[in-house]
């Protein structure tokens, strides 16, 4: 059979002129076009303004969310430059709002450094703009102009005098709607806690720089303020912790082209907290300013400990040993950052590596020289440690599987699936054996598996990895999911990508599930990171009458049926005080049946924040999580962590 193809000729070739591309593909610019899209037009020109205080012209950046649902960021740097372009013969701020690529950090002497990841910042958060305007104030002279969609209202114009220096942005996020159906978002409600995070995060990465976030919805009003920069970051990250030394440790230095900053501290705790940055970037992944800070770290550490006879000459710490309860903040600045790794947050500069090392390596060296009542309590934690580790690699060789397939090393108590494809698979993780009974029975073997974990498990945040290699129930879990853990965790073994929290719905239920999560967030981030933890919505109630019968599954949902069935009807209500209570057709039907029940993915979008709250609800200190539970105690909320 002959085939006929469609012409494809000169007329195929579509040329998107301008900010079209950007409108037609936004994912590739700012990610998506969810909540997580919207909030990056803010940090684009937030961006923007701390390249300003990065040149040494801006020290206050105030945001402001306007109850019309615009944001408005304002900077008292320079001002965008207002002359004719060369080349263009347009002004130079319209050039910058209008083209991509177009600005003073491609190859130009405007800036130094640049914390924009791609600085095309101005120019998308335009095209992604139902409406902006741009206010320059330079020369004495306010200068203005506006566009819809990207495409200019009016020429740039004076509209007034000022003495102020700096650019007011203000913009309209295209949202979708029914009058608007070529809208670009999918949501246009920001959140003034996902935007705090983040220009905190900015304020302590450029000490000396005043961000304010202002919400004039909700009347919220924060100023962000950091004098000490990464110090202060290093505290607030320990603020409810116990510290080993009151200070942290500050090392900063570099070259003309580079600036490297590192501070870390000691805490009470078990797991390390190392975040770094490249210009401003979170550079989640690591990369070469993480390898120079961990090598001098472990050798500094080892020098100092046989020179002075704490460690015999046999005797090595490892890395681990030494980043054990530590929390550290490592940010490089540099002219041309490479980036890599799967999402682009991974620093590449081969030559950072030896600059941080040197440096780390010189400064500590001295600190530790100078400070031994210090360097002896690091050793001695470190030493602690290794004794640790040890235990722990012991218990760990008892918690390996060697193949997915050796059904002879899963638990005991486990009722496994037969499909083998691990995408397929889902495993509930079960509150006590009443309860596991139940799910066992009422479950679809073919995909869905049964851990019944006997009342709440170990708290990993006030606990030492060998003692909680050694806990049943969390050797248990391990050992099924079949991925190891820690630096041993290997996602390609992971024999379930659901994993499923199935806990009452009451103050324990609660508790086992936060329970369960600190030790995924601690030792199994990736399972959060992927998306594969999810958490099981039983019902709390079962209204019946006559031939009605509805699951609710909150005490509002139970307000609304009565409602719904009126005052006459006076239906049974049963209440579930746990899952146990359910035969197991109930369970299946309102809890595990694909079809019909309702589960939440656990999401780890903001670190800062999980680790935060891990930290309050389990930590040792007493008082903040009292503080907090009397906050909160009239509010039911979701942790989305």
Same mark, same amino acid.
């Given at each position: 059979?002959?085939?006929?193809?469609?012409?494809?000729?000169?007329?195929?070739?579509?040329?998107? !002129?301008?900010?079209?591309?950007?409108?037609?593909?936004?994912?590739?610019?700012?990610?998506?076009?969810?909540?997580?899209? @919207?909030?990056?037009?803010?940090?684009?020109?937030?961006? *923007?303004?701390?390249?300003?205080? @990065?040149?040494?012209?801006?020290?206050?950046?105030?945001?402001?969310?306007?109850?019309?649902?615009?944001?408005?960021?304002?900077?008292?740097?320079?001002?965008?430059?207002?002359?004719?372009?060369?080349?263009?013969?347009?002004?130079?701020?319209?050039?910058?709002?209008?083209?991509?690529?177009?600005?003073?950090?491609?190859?130009?002497?405007?800036?130094?450094?640049?914390?924009?990841?791609?600085?095309?910042?101005?120019?998308?958060?335009?095209?992604?703009?139902?409406?902006? /305007?741009?206010?320059?104030?330079?020369?004495?002279?306010?200068?203005?102009?506006?566009?819809?969609?990207?495409?200019?209202?009016?020429?740039?114009?004076?509209?007034?005098?000022?003495?102020?220096?700096?650019?007011?942005?203000?913009?309209?996020?295209?949202?979708?709607?029914?009058?608007?159906?070529?809208?670009?978002?999918?949501? $246009?409600?920001?959140?003034?806690?996902?935007?705090?995070?983040?220009?905190?995060?900015?304020?302590?990465?450029?000490?000396?720089?005043?961000?304010?976030?202002?919400?004039?919805?909700?009347?919220?009003?924060?100023?962000?303020?950091?004098?000490?920069?990464?110090?202060?970051?290093?505290?607030?990250?320990?603020?409810?912790?116990?510290?080993?030394?009151?200070? %942290?440790?500050?090392?900063?230095?570099?070259?003309?082209?580079?600036?490297?900053?590192?501070?870390?501290?000691?805490?009470?705790?078990?797991?390390?907290?190392?975040?770094?940055?490249?210009? *401003?970037?979170?550079?989640?992944?690591?990369?070469?300013?993480?390898?120079?800070?961990?090598?001098?770290?472990?050798?500094?550490?080892?020098?100092?400990?046989? /020179?002075?006879?704490?460690? +015999?000459?046999?005797? +090595?710490?490892?890395?681990?040993?030494?980043?054990?309860?530590?929390?550290?903040?490592?940010?490089?600045?540099?002219?041309? %950052?490479?980036?890599?790794?799967?999402?682009?947050?991974?620093?590449?500069?081969?030559?950072?590596? $030896? #600059?941080?090392?040197?440096?780390?390596?010189?400064?500590?060296?001295?600190?530790?020289?100078?400070?031994?009542?210090?360097?002896?309590?690091?050793?001695?934690?470190?030493?602690?440690?290794?004794?640790?580790?040890?235990?722990?690699?012991?218990?760990?060789?008892?918690?390996?599987?060697?193949?997915?397939?050796?059904?002879?090393?899963?638990?005991?108590?486990?009722?496994?699936?037969?499909?083998?494809?691990?995408? #397929?698979?889902?495993?509930?993780?079960?509150?006590?054996?009443?309860?596991?009974?139940?799910?066992?029975?009422?479950?679809?073997?073919?995909?869905?598996?049964?851990?019944? @974990?006997?009342?709440?498990?170990? *708290?990993?945040?006030?606990?030492?990895?060998? +003692?909680?290699?050694?806990?049943?129930?969390?050797?248990?879990?391990?050992?099924?999911?079949?991925?190891?853990?820690?630096?041993?965790?290997?996602?390609?073994?992971?024999? =379930?990508?659901?994993?499923?929290?199935?806990?009452?719905?009451?103050?324990?239920?609660?508790?086992?599930?936060?329970?369960?999560?600190?030790?995924?967030?601690? =030792?199994? /981030?990736?399972?959060?990171?992927?998306?594969?933890?999810?958490?099981?919505?039983?019902?709390?109630?079962?209204?019946?009458?006559? *031939?009605?019968?509805?699951?609710?599954?909150?005490?509002?949902?139970?307000?609304?049926?009565?409602?719904?069935?009126?005052?006459?009807?006076?239906?049974?209500?049963?209440?579930?005080?746990?899952?146990?209570?359910?035969?197991?057709?109930?369970?299946?039907?309102?809890?595990?049946?694909?079809?019909?029940?309702?589960?939440?993915?656990?999401?780890?979008?903001?670190?800062?924040?999980?680790?935060?709250?891990?930290?309050?609800?389990?930590?040792?200190?007493?008082?903040?999580?009292? !503080?907090?539970?009397?906050?909160?105690? +009239?509010?039911?909320?979701? @942790?989305?962590?």
């Amino acid at each position: 059979m002959e085939k006929t193809h469609a012409a494809y000729d000169e007329t195929q070739i579509q040329v998107l !002129e301008g900010l079209e591309a950007v409108r037609k593909r936004p994912g590739m610019y700012i990610g998506s076009t969810d909540h997580r899209g @919207l909030h990056h037009l803010v940090y684009e020109i937030v961006d *923007n303004a701390i390249d300003e205080a @990065l040149a040494g012209y801006c020290d206050t950046i105030n945001i402001t969310l306007h109850k019309d649902g615009s944001a408005s960021i304002l900077d008292n740097g320079r001002g965008f430059p207002v002359g004719i372009h060369p080349k263009l013969g347009r002004p130079a701020v319209e050039v910058c709002l209008t083209i991509l690529h177009a600005g003073g950090k491609f190859g130009g002497e405007g800036y130094t450094f640049s914390s924009g990841l791609h600085g095309v910042g101005a120019s998308v958060v335009n095209a992604l703009s139902r409406h902006l /305007r741009v206010a320059v104030f330079q020369d004495g002279k306010i200068y203005e102009q506006e566009y819809t969609r990207g495409k200019p209202d009016y020429d740039l114009r004076v509209i007034g005098e000022t003495a102020e220096h700096g650019t007011l942005i203000h913009f309209w996020p295209d949202v979708k709607s029914e009058e608007n159906p070529d809208g670009i978002f999918e949501t $246009g409600e920001f959140n003034y806690d996902t935007l705090k995070s983040r220009i905190r995060e900015m304020a302590f990465l450029n000490r000396g720089v005043a961000l304010r976030l202002t919400d004039e919805c909700n009347e919220h009003d924060h100023l962000f303020h950091y004098e000490g920069g990464i110090i202060e970051f290093v505290k607030y990250i320990n603020k409810n912790k116990e510290v080993l030394f009151p200070e %942290p440790i500050f090392i900063q230095g570099g070259r003309e082209d580079t600036s490297v900053e590192a501070a870390f501290q000691y805490n009470d705790g078990y797991s390390e907290t190392i975040l770094t940055f490249a210009n *401003n970037i979170n550079t989640v992944e690591g990369g070469t300013h993480l390898v120079g800070f961990k090598s001098a770290l472990t050798r500094v550490v080892n020098d100092y400990g046989k /020179r002075y006879k704490i460690l +015999k000459e046999s005797d +090595k710490l490892e890395g681990e040993d030494i980043r054990e309860g530590m929390t550290a903040i490592i940010s490089v600045k540099l002219i041309e %950052p490479q980036f890599e790794g799967q999402t682009k947050t991974k620093l590449g500069n081969s030559e950072i590596r $030896g #600059l941080v090392e040197s440096l780390v390596g010189d400064k500590l060296s001295a600190f530790m020289e100078e400070n031994p009542a210090i360097s002896k309590a690091i050793l001695e934690r470190c030493l602690s440690a290794q004794r640790a580790r040890e235990a722990a690699r012991k218990a760990r060789d008892l918690t390996r599987r060697k193949t997915a397939l050796e059904s002879a090393s899963l638990p005991g108590k486990l009722a496994d699936c037969s499909e083998r494809d691990p995408a #397929l698979c889902e495993i509930f993780l079960v509150e006590g054996n009443s309860a596991g009974g139940t799910a066992k029975s009422g479950r679809d073997r073919h995909f869905q598996a049964i851990l019944p @974990l006997r009342g709440k498990i170990l *708290n990993v945040e006030k606990t030492r990895v060998d +003692k909680i290699l050694a806990n049943a129930e969390i050797k248990a879990m391990i050992t099924a999911f079949g991925c190891g853990i820690g630096e041993d965790f290997n996602a390609a073994k992971l024999r =379930y990508h659901r994993i499923v929290c199935m806990t009452d719905a009451d103050v324990d239920g609660s508790h086992i599930r936060t329970l369960m999560l600190t030790f995924f967030y601690r =030792y199994m /981030r990736p399972l959060l990171e992927q998306g594969y933890v999810y958490i099981a919505q039983p019902p709390l109630y079962k209204v019946s009458r006559k *031939n009605f019968e509805r699951y609710v599954f909150d005490d509002d949902a139970l307000d609304t049926t009565l409602a719904e069935l009126g005052p006459d009807a006076k239906p049974d209500v049963q209440r579930y005080k746990g899952l146990g209570e359910m035969n197991a057709e109930q369970l299946w039907t309102t809890t595990m049946n694909p079809a019909t029940r309702s589960m939440m993915r656990v999401s780890l979008d903001d670190a800062l924040a999980a680790e935060a709250i891990f930290t309050l609800l389990m930590g040792d200190k007493v008082e903040p999580r009292r !503080e907090f539970i009397m906050e909160n105690s +009239k509010m039911v909320v979701d @942790l989305d962590v």
